[in-house]
């Protein structure tokens, strides 16, 4: 079965700061999705990759960035957390054109 | 640009009743998957659809793929409290290696 984990499900940060947001899939997928759910606004792609260092914007990137130095590890990266940034955090992977499988999330909250 | 739109965004049915949730892609899709999200956890991919007019079942729950393979619906018969939860329907984009774009989701809730 497929895993992907996310490495914290509760981060309570502050403006200002640099946070990592990690996950690992243990499947060899090609594809992995940074995803943030707010209320109402259903899910929105941050990034998403195919292949190891590559990267690729989606819907709403202005203030994240992500690094993919392994097949299996995608990090999302806040360079500077603001309040509005306060949101549930979902990693996806997936073989291409396949169905994706979601980790459990992160809920953070920036202060 | 391409959009997939969900209706209703809110169901509460009294346990027993059936529900159902409908999804409108603005553009043509290759296929369609359904999604189900429990209350506290995270989306998990319950069907694909690839076929104009598919119809497939899994128990009580009915999934179509119309003909012009634009719209799709699910369709829960006699609700139970286990289908809390909210209900999403994503389409591949165009051009795509596997990005998909969701609709807002319907969100169930039950009562006993």
């Not at chain 1, 940074?34 to 202005?62: A, N």
């Amino acid at each position: 079965d497929v895993k992907v984990t996310q490495s914290s499900r509760y981060l309570v940060k502050r403006t200002g700061e640099k946070v990592f947001l990690e996950c690992v899939q243990d499947m060899d997928h090609e594809n992995m999705f940074w995803y943030r759910q707010d209320p109402g606004l259903g899910l929105r792609l941050i990034y998403f990759s195919y292949d190891v260092k590559m990267k690729e914007k989606g819907d709403i990137p202005e203030g994240y960035s992500v690094s993919r130095e392994k097949k299996e590890r995608f990090s999302l990266i806040l360079e500077s957390a603001s309040t509005n940034q306060t949101s549930m955090y979902l990693c996806a992977s997936s073989l291409p054109n396949q169905p994706q499988h979601f980790g459990d999330g992160t809920r953070l909250s920036i202060l | 640009g391409q959009q997939v739109m969900q209706i209703p965004q809110y169901q509460h049915v009294q346990e027993g009743e059936d529900f159902t949730t409908y999804c409108n892609s603005s553009t043509t899709l290759s296929n369609i998957q359904w999604y189900k999200q429990r209350p506290g956890g995270h989306p998990v991919f319950l069907i694909q659809l690839v076929k104009s007019g598919e119809v497939k079942k899994q128990k009580r729950l009915t999934f179509q793929f119309g003909e012009a393979k634009k719209n799709s619906s699910l369709h829960i018969t006699a609700t139970q409290t286990t289908d809390v939860g909210t209900y999403f329907c994503a389409g591949p984009i165009r051009g795509s290696q596997g990005n998909l774009i969701f609709g807002k989701g319907t969100k169930l809730s039950v009562k006993p």
